[in-house]
DNA sequence: CTGCGAACTTGTCACTGTCTAGATTGCGCG
DNA sequence: CGCGCAATCTAGACAGTGACAAGTTCGCAG
């Protein structure tokens, strides 16, 4: 690893943002601390600032690295219901990209790479709807996108904020949210 | 209002409630300052710290307060997809309230009153699909239960988050929601 | 080898949450 | 009536934080 180099630290920016996922992972990203990440990676306390400007841009990088995680992952998949699978197995994977991705009131909104990426990402999510498109007209298109996304982020939104615990008991949350799809998408 | 008096404020606990729902919901629970506060109520920057021990405590005491006002809005509607139309409405007329609910690493977690809340908030909406589960056996219940909340709650999320702006256009978001559930629970 | 810009440090400032000790008030009880 | 007492609020202090400015060190192009 050959770290403890006292300037050109090498790879200091893929540090902190690691330092910073592991963080929110365990306290969100209210409990966020850029001085303690400077510490965990043995820097000084303004090193950070250097390669994201604020707290915000660390955050905002976070989230376009996140949306660009989530694009990647929904174009490995194109049957609809297996997309939303992969939309929850996302958030359970990266879960402080998906807590930070959707706080925006945490994020540089004109951010052009954030901007790029979510960009990136709504156009998977449009295009594993537009299939299940085939069947109506326009407008019941958007509306089942809609529904599909919904039921996927409710699903994950709940699922991180240990809210199904008990509906859930020791399944596999993957599992139940296929069933949650057959059971819903199957007579529409 | 006879406001300014030196010492007991008189409704000092309900005056720094509603000024931090105010502050949430302009700026999100990150940016919530206990200083800020007590600088608008008009008293020292410690008084705050008197009613609700902690800034966790003052968030937790919000959550409760929201779990309270959820539970007496779903208790309102007995029909199943009226009472999802609640939960839209509920966290677009309290959506600090919303968020702090869901963000449970700011909160106490075991903090009486908010799981006194907490529980009567779960009954409302297990309730609401009791009546659903007529139809199948008691896993098919729990499962429906699940989308159902699921499906609210995702909507809600992205509706607060500012993420179905698009999908929407000028519509009434209640209104579509009853057609979100018109459209997935017509059939199963 | 020389300068120049990127990467990082050091120092500082205003601000925050929390703790402690003290001041003021009004209420209940004698 | 008045007196203590607890609830309510103030005042002061401390460590920690984000942001900013200015200086230092490094690698690399010319």
């Given at each position: 690893m050959t770290e403890q180099r006292a300037y050109h630290h090498g790879d200091l920016r893929r540090t902190l943002l690691t330092a910073a996922l592991d963080a929110i992972r365990e306290?969100?990203?209210?409990?966020?601390s850029l001085r303690d990440l400077a510490r965990r990676a043995g820097?000084?306390?303004?090193?950070p600032a250097h390669h994201f400007k604020d707290r915000t841009g660390l955050l905002t990088a976070i989230a376009a690295e996140g949306y660009g995680l989530l694009a990647d992952a929904l174009a490995e998949t194109p049957e609809l219901n297996e997309r939303g699978v992969r939309y929850v197995r996302f958030c359970r994977e990266h879960p402080a990209h998906f807590q930070v991705m959707f706080?925006?009131?945490?994020?540089?909104?004109?951010?052009p790479e954030l901007l790029a990426a979510r960009e990136r990402a709504g156009d998977q999510l449009r295009a594993g709807v537009a299939g299940l498109a085939a069947s109506g007209r326009g407008d019941d298109a958007r509306l089942a996108g809609v529904a599909a996304w919904s039921l996927a982020h409710g699903f994950a939104t709940l699922l991180l904020g240990g809210n199904l615990e008990g509906p859930l008991g020791d399944r596999d949350p993957e599992e139940m949210f296929r069933d949650l799809t057959g059971l819903l998408f199957q007579g529409g």
């Amino acid at each position: 690893m050959t770290e403890q180099r006292a300037y050109h630290h090498g790879d200091l920016r893929r540090t902190l943002l690691t330092a910073a996922l592991d963080a929110i992972r365990e306290s969100g990203p209210a409990a966020l601390s850029l001085r303690d990440l400077a510490r965990r990676a043995g820097v000084s306390h303004a090193a950070p600032a250097h390669h994201f400007k604020d707290r915000t841009g660390l955050l905002t990088a976070i989230a376009a690295e996140g949306y660009g995680l989530l694009a990647d992952a929904l174009a490995e998949t194109p049957e609809l219901n297996e997309r939303g699978v992969r939309y929850v197995r996302f958030c359970r994977e990266h879960p402080a990209h998906f807590q930070v991705m959707f706080a925006p009131e945490l994020l540089r909104a004109d951010d052009p790479e954030l901007l790029a990426a979510r960009e990136r990402a709504g156009d998977q999510l449009r295009a594993g709807v537009a299939g299940l498109a085939a069947s109506g007209r326009g407008d019941d298109a958007r509306l089942a996108g809609v529904a599909a996304w919904s039921l996927a982020h409710g699903f994950a939104t709940l699922l991180l904020g240990g809210n199904l615990e008990g509906p859930l008991g020791d399944r596999d949350p993957e599992e139940m949210f296929r069933d949650l799809t057959g059971l819903l998408f199957q007579g529409g």
